[in-house]
């Protein structure tokens, strides 16, 4: 710090100003990049009408849409990135001429100031999509909010549409340090429907991330990772976990250090345990040291909102995973 006293204010301030200047440019770095990941994206093609309203931020005639007076059971997802939005739970009927919620799914819907300068835009936080705008005050619901949304930039699955969907779906799991990268990673596999960050693996019910981070609770840093068993493995999705973390370090991963962010690989049945044994032993005959523990699955509890899809979120990179071919 002494240093910096003895520069004089003719040289501090042009310093400042570059300084200043090199923030902003690696800030609007930042948001070129994320704008350029979000075009990458794969979404659902839309239809003119479609496109003017989710992306052009329009709005369509009131009382015209599928939804406005639709009730049935169900989750609500986006229409062009089909992330799930709403509860048919938290829906009510309103004489506004648009579908109303007084609630979202936790994490899904993103909050700006309206171009008007007045109203409060709404859109979905995984791709952006323009959803409608929120108000609140009106004392319609207990929540005293309403969700005012475009029926054009929804699409509905029905509770049973998803019951049916479970049932020829799989899920497994892995701890590979930090479980914003590995979540991050395996929704990027081939055959992954979606991959959900939690705890795994100790004694504490419904633990909170405080709790886990003090490494008192036995949990580990776990994603939950839902599959199509006709399009991908779970051997295929073992090789993968092993692949997109370092399996041979102990104690942590990266610069995370602790208990809650070691290797392991929770198995349900007996076939998935044969299966990670299998495949560290192949690892070690490469000459990999692995460290990875197998371990029987328990409950999984799923991390608060703020851990869910975190990259996508931020419109940037894991810092400690990548991938690495090893088989």
């Not at 835009?121 to 909010?145: K, M, Q, Y």
């Not at 869910?308 to 931020?314: F, I, R, S």
Request: glycine content about 8%; charged content about 30%.
């Amino acid at each position: 710090m002494r240093r910096f006293f003895v520069i004089t204010i003719a040289l501090a301030a042009p310093l400042l100003l570059l300084a200043a200047c090199g923030e902003q440019e690696i800030e609007m770095t930042q948001t070129r990049d994320a704008a350029s990941a979000a075009e990458t994206e794969e979404y659902r093609d839309l239809t003119h009408e479609e496109e003017r309203v989710i992306v052009d931020k329009g709005t369509e005639m009131p009382f015209t849409g599928e939804y406005v007076d639709h009730f049935e059971s169900g989750t609500y997802h986006c229409k062009r990135c089909d992330a799930p939005l709403y509860r048919s739970t938290d829906k009510f009927k309103t004489s506004c001429g648009w579908p109303s919620f007084d609630d979202e799914i936790e994490g899904a819907v993103r909050r700006e100031r309206d171009a008007d300068g007045i109203r409060t835009e709404i859109l979905c936080a995984n791709c952006g999509a323009h959803l409608g705008h929120v108000f609140e005050g009106e004392r319609l619901t207990d929540t005293n909010i309403r969700h005012c949304v475009n029926s054009i930039s929804l699409v509905f699955r029905s509770d049973s549409e998803a019951n049916a969907e479970a049932e020829n779906t799989k899920k497994a799991y892995f701890a590979g340090g930090c479980f914003w990268g590995v979540e991050h990673l395996f929704e990027q596999k081939e055959g992954v429907i979606s991959a959900s960050s939690g705890y795994m693996g100790g004694s504490v019910e419904d633990p909170s991330y405080r709790q886990v981070v003090s490494g008192g609770t036995g949990h580990l840093e776990t994603v939950e990772v839902e599959y199509d068993p006709e399009k991908v493995s779970y051997e295929d999705l073992a090789k993968y976990f092993f692949e997109i973390h370092d399996p041979t370090q102990e104690g942590g991963q990266g610069p995370d250090i602790g208990p809650q962010y070691i290797s392991a690989v929770f198995y349900s049945t007996e076939d998935e345990k044969k299966t990670a044994e299998r495949l560290i032993g192949i690892l070690k005959d490469k000459g990999y040291d692995v460290v990875t523990d197998v371990r029987p699955a328990g409950e999984f509890w799923e991390a608060e909102g703020y851990h869910q899809d975190y990259y996508e979120q931020k419109g940037t990179q894991p810092y400690c995973h990548a991938y690495t071919k090893r088989f």
